[in-house]
């Protein structure tokens, strides 16, 4: 065969090195993450040998059947995504935007690692015989190059983190960090990083875990940074974003004024009686099984979970939950464990997300979620603005901002309210209860201060005021707060976009840089909590002049701080007081005959939101 090459058989082959190195400095170019890179390749070079391997059976030439094999593989995999961008089926279909802008963003990854190759491949083809053998040099030596260049770069002292220490796997990619996180317990895994390596870890090819109260503010204040890129595992391309997972400062400033709203005295004044009234449910269920006469046992962990739910679907539902009297009928906190636990796993590898969209599993179970909220959604909108909930706010359903809230965006904003409203205020409550029964003295002395604020005979505990200024019942609150954070480790940072990168406590942080601040290990840091750091110790919040402790406020952030931190912090501290002080005052409570107390620490488990074990309990009815 003649072939019109004008490179020697070892220039081809340096060639093929060459554009996969370029591929490699493009990548790092755009900043996209090249560990994307595996999965593409699987996905466009290896499935399509599977058909091949079938075809070429039928033919009897190797280059007809790899032709025909991976030209109608490509052909069809890019007229669908094609096909579907541009139907009306697309998520985005109603926004207006240029043909070609809605078409692309998969046709360079595919330039890239399929079609640069072929340039190699033709030079070599010249000199060798066998065009499989050609295709598969070029093809593996292209592949290989690219990939060991990328491990080479991330661990060579170019790569701009190079200084930062942190275990070899971790520089190179997240398949470590994600196998952590797949057993629930990165926040034990990211303290015994902290331990070996100090306050400043490399935790991935681009991510630092920071652990420095010097660090706090330029990461989470106000002259801060944004939303990290875990968020984007959160909400897939083409999905609205929600309050949480708003990457872009403006955008999350204006957002958040709606949410504002929601919190000010006045509004929590008018959200109370909807506190009361599931506090007041609550006790009246926990009191049936206290009046039984033979002691039965209940996991007291789920019952703060149903009372969170419960309340949280008053707050965006209009009343949509009934988990203390009916249990789970929608089998809606099975969903959200479900949801929780992939997100928890891919905030790692937040580009997979776009591939599992396409898992039957995942989708099926997030369309039942889905179709259930909108069912919600749309009751209480026809409802009206009748009453000042959560929802009222959040959908501007008085226009009290001057912005339109279309039904995705409100609907996305309520699913976000319930995952950052239930699960994190019931797992710190568990938490509470579970130290309060191992620390009999500490249980006692609570007894005595809500029982001499709030005498049974004088009615319920639910003076806002009151509670706030009880000095042990808000010590006991920090303490589960301090050692049970329900975001354990994952609350992250990126420094602004176009900023090049930012000085944090003394050490320069590049752009594409995803900060941890895990809340978990700088909680426990005993620079900042001592003695005993791990120990549930609620005087440390009030001896605060004999010396004894050192209790650093600075490094207590279970809420976070700066603009983004918990809107509902102070929702959430209401309720904790009124639950703790209501089940103190009514009923003795103890652990079940045969729980083992080591069990707790050992069940806790890291999926975005902390999720505790059961806490299997006895509760009686005070004389
Ligand atoms: C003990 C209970 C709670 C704790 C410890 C907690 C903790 C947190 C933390 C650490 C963040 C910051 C996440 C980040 O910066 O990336 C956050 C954000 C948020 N929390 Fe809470 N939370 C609690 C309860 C609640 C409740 C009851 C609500 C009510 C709806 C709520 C709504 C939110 C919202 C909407 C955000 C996002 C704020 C923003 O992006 O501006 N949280 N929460």
Known sequence: MTHPHSLSLGESLLFDVFCALSVHRIYNKYEVDPTRLLPTFFLLVAVPALPYYLLAAHLKSIVLSLF?????????????????????????????????????????????????????YYFLAAHLKSIVLSLFLTYSLFYVTLLSSIVLYRISPMHPLAKYPGPLSLKISKFVAMYHASGGKQYAFFKSLHDTYGPFVRVGPNELSVVDTEAISPILGLDGMRRGPLWDAHCPPGTTRHLLALRNVEQHNERRKLWNHGFTSASMKELQPAVESRVLELVEELGKQASREEETSLDLAQWMASFTYDFMGDMVFGGGFSFMRNGDEVGVRGLLEGTLKVIGLLEHAPWIVGLLRNVAKVSEKGRKYHAFGMRCYDTRKEQGATKRDLFHYITNEDGLERMEVPRDQGLNEIFAAIIAGADTTSTVLGGLFFHLLSNAAVMERLQKEVDSEFPRAEGEPFDAVKLAGMPFLNAVINEALRLQPPLPTSLQRSPLEGSGGKQVAGRFVPENTALYVPLYVLQRDSRYFSPLPNAFIPERWLDTTSGKFISNTSAFIPFSTGPANCVGKNLALLEMRMVVATIIQRFHVKFAEGYDPSKWEEELQDFFVTKVGRLPVIVTLRA
């Not at 593989?73 to 802008?101: C, D, E, N, Q, W």
């Open 68 to 120: 025909l094999t991976y030209s109608l593989f490509y052909v069809t995999l890019l007229s669908s995504i094609v096909l579907y961008r541009i139907s009306p089926m697309h998520p985005l279909a109603k926004y207006p935007g240029p043909l070609s802008l809605k078409i692309s963003k998969l046709l360079p990854t595919f330039f890239l690692l399929v079609a640069v190759p072929a340039l190699p």
